[in-house]
T-cell receptor, first 116, second 116 residues
Framework: EPEVTQTPSHQVTQMGQEVILRCVPI?????FYWYRQILGQKVEFLVS????????KSEIFDDQFSVERPDGSNFTLKIRSTKLEDSAMYFC??????????????FGPGTRLTVT | AQSVTQPDIHITVSEGASLELRCNYS??????LFWYVQSPGQGLQLLLK??????LVQGIKGFEAEFKRSQSSFNLRKPSVHWSDAAEYFC??????????????FGTGTRLQVTL
């Protein structure tokens, strides 16, 4: 069964460093998302991406964040200068073709980011 | 703006007992509704979804949910809980937009504990 994959599973970085979180969405999906979950809290939307551009972003997704689909398979989230409060589990999700499950988002296993 | 309320933070049930997890949503039109389950340290697995039609929807692992427009609710049920159902359960609402990425808004989650 197709699934969303994410690498790495755990990333430890120092405050102020740049990190790139990688995701491989399900191959025929067109809509891509990043969410985050701070420990013990709810899952929060960060950004959605379609047709090679950002569709929507939340207040959390400030200038320190960027997303990219550098090739036909990867979808990345970059944090330019990490802060302690960026420590969280980051989930990538994807959903399918218009009229064929575009609203069903499938989530990856997450990358746990720890900023020290 | 869309929002989800899960009033129960923590529920404990005995194995074999029935289960109902509550979810109330706020959205200006008929929403798309989802239940996800998250086991410790794991990603989010889609249990079931409601888009339209029959208001009682069946999902995986023996779960079902009923959409009640008059109560703005989408409660999750299971007639007989198994110990392996212990996890965190998230209700989510998605905007009904066509042809574009549509973010999910999650509730704060209900942690289910199952006693033997």
């Amino acid at each position: 069964e197709p699934e969303v994959t994410q690498t790495p599973s755990h990333q430890v970085t120092q405050m102020g460093q740049e990190v790139i979180l990688r995701c491989v969405p399900i191959s025929n999906h067109l809509y891509f998302y990043w969410y985050r979950q701070i420990l013990g809290q709810k899952v929060e939307f960060l950004v959605s991406f379609y047709n090679n551009e950002i569709s929507e972003k939340s207040e959390i997704f400030d200038d320190q964040f960027s997303v990219e689909r550098p090739d036909g398979s990867n979808f990345t989230l970059k944090i330019r200068s990490t802060k302690l409060e960026d420590s969280a589990m980051y989930f990538c999700a994807s959903s399918g073709l218009a009229g064929q499950g575009e609203y069903e988002q499938y989530f990856g296993p997450g990358t746990r980011l720890t900023v020290t | 703006a869309q929002s989800v309320t899960q009033p129960d933070i923590h529920i404990t049930v005995s194995e074999g007992a029935s289960l109902e997890l509550r979810c109330n949503y706020s959205y200006g039109a008929t929403p798309y509704l989802f239940w996800y389950v998250q086991s410790p340290g794991q990603g989010l697995q889609l249990l079931l979804k409601y888009f339209s039609g029959d208001t009682l929807v069946q999902g995986i692992k023996g779960f079902e949910a009923e959409f009640k427009r008059s109560q703005s609710s989408f409660n999750l049920r299971k007639p007989s809980v198994h110990w392996s159902d212990a996890a965190e359960y998230f209700c989510a609402v998605g905007a009904t937009l066509t042809g574009t990425a549509s973010k999910l808004t999650f509730g704060t989650g209900t942690r289910l504990q199952v006693t033997l």
